[in-house]
C-alpha cells in the first residue's frame, strides 16, 4: 500500500510543478519576444527608415526645382552661384538617400515600382533639372526659364507620383 504524501512533499511536488510552468512560461515568452524583436527591427529598417530616405528625396527634389527657378528669375550671378552649389549638394544628397532605400528588403512590388521611379527621377533629373543648371551656368537666364516651363514641369509629376507611390506602399505594408 501507498502511504499518503505528507504535507512537506505536496508542497515540494506543487512548488516544483510551479517552477516548471514558469520556466516554460518564460521560453516560450522568451521565443516571442525575439519574434517581436525582428519584425520591430524590419519595421523600423525596411519602412519607417524607408519613409525618411524616400521624404528627403521627395524633399530635394522639390527643392531644387525652387532654388533653380529662384536663381533663373534673380539673374544674379552670386546667387546663381550659390544656388547651383545647393543643387549640387542636394543631388548627391539624394542619390546617397536612394541608393539607401534601396539597400532595404523590397516587397515584389515595391521593387517593380522603385524601378518605374529610377526611370521618372532620371528623367526629371536629367532632361529637366541638369539643362536647367547647365544654362544657369553659362549664365543663360532665359534658356533656364524656358527648361523650367517645359521639361521640369513635363517631368515633375510623374517623379513626385512615383515617390507618393512608394510612401504609401511603406504605410500599408507597415499596417
Known amino acids: 500500500m501507498h502511504r499518503p504524501l505528507t504535507i ?3 508542497l515540494a511536488l506543487v512548488f516544483g510543478l510551479m517552477l516548471g510552468l514558469m520556466l516554460l512560461m518564460s521560453t516560450f515568452a522568451w521565443k516571442a519576444l525575439g519574434r517581436s524583436d525582428a519584425a ?3 519595421l523600423y529598417e525596411d519602412r519607417t527608415a524607408a519613409m525618411a530616405d524616400l521624404s528627403e528625396i521627395r524633399y530635394l527634389a522639390t527643392r531644387d526645382r525652387v532654388i533653380l527657378q529662384d536663381a533663373a528669375q534673380a539673374e544674379s550671378s552670386t546667387q546663381t552661384a550659390k ?3 545647393e543643387f549640387e549638394r542636394n543631388r ?3 542619390q546617397n538617400q536612394w541608393q539607401s532605400y534601396l539597400a532595404t528588403q523590397l ?3 515595391e521593387a517593380a515600382l522603385a524601378r518605374q521611379q529610377t526611370a521618372h527621377m532620371a528623367a526629371y533629373v536629367n532632361q529637366g533639372l541638369v539643362p536647367t543648371a547647365n544654362a544657369l551656368r553659362h549664365g ?3 534658356q533656364a526659364r524656358q527648361v523650367l516651363a ?3 514641369s513635363k517631368l515633375s509629376p510623374a517623379a513626385q507620383e512615383g515617390l507618393q507611390g512608394l510612401l504609401d506602399l511603406q504605410v500599408r505594408v507597415a499596417k
Do not use: I
Open 8 to 10: 512537506s512533499q505536496r
Open 40 to 42: 520591430l527591427k524590419t
Open 83 to 85: 544656388r547651383l552649389q
Open 92 to 94: 548627391a544628397e539624394a
Open 107 to 109: 516587397t515584389d512590388e
Open 140 to 142: 543663360d537666364y532665359a
Open 150 to 152: 517645359g521639361p521640369v
